[in-house]
């Protein structure tokens, strides 16, 4: 059993900032990729941003040169470093993390960014 528990989420004015963490723990074992995905009211749930065993990592175009993924093998921790925030980022925000068992997910943080 794999659990995630992300933190971070919150309220904030376009144009500032928010740092996502996500912990995971449990029957964690050859992780392949960690990565954060948001889903807006209405909308699908779409990658936002992931980072392999390797440190490589990608992005969404929509959040190139705002977001970066980081990530703290020893802590299995993964954050998302979300600068100049826009209106559009509102969504909830989903930690996942695939190993070779599989793909888990978090519970979800909300990011509401007012204008």
């Known amino acids: 059993h794999v659990q995630l528990v992300e933190s971070g989420g919150g309220l904030v004015q376009a144009g500032g900032s928010l740092r996502l963490s996500c912990v995971a723990s449990?029957?964690?074992?050859?992780?392949?990729?960690m990565g954060w995905y948001r889903q807006a009211p209405g909308k699908q749930r779409d990658l936002v941003a992931a980072?392999?065993?390797?440190?490589?990592?990608n992005y969404a175009d929509s959040v190139k040169g705002r977001f970066t993924i980081s990530r703290d093998i020893a802590k299995n921790t993964v954050y998302l470093q979300m600068n100049s925030l826009k209106f559009d980022d509102t969504a909830v925000y989903y930690c996942?993390?695939?190993?070779?068992?599989?793909?888990?997910w978090g519970q979800g943080t909300q990011v509401t960014v007012s204008t």
């Open positions: 996942n993390l695939n190993q070779w068992s599989g793909a888990y």
């Open positions: 449990g029957s964690i074992f050859r992780i392949n990729t």
């Open positions: 980072i392999t065993s390797g440190s490589s990592t």
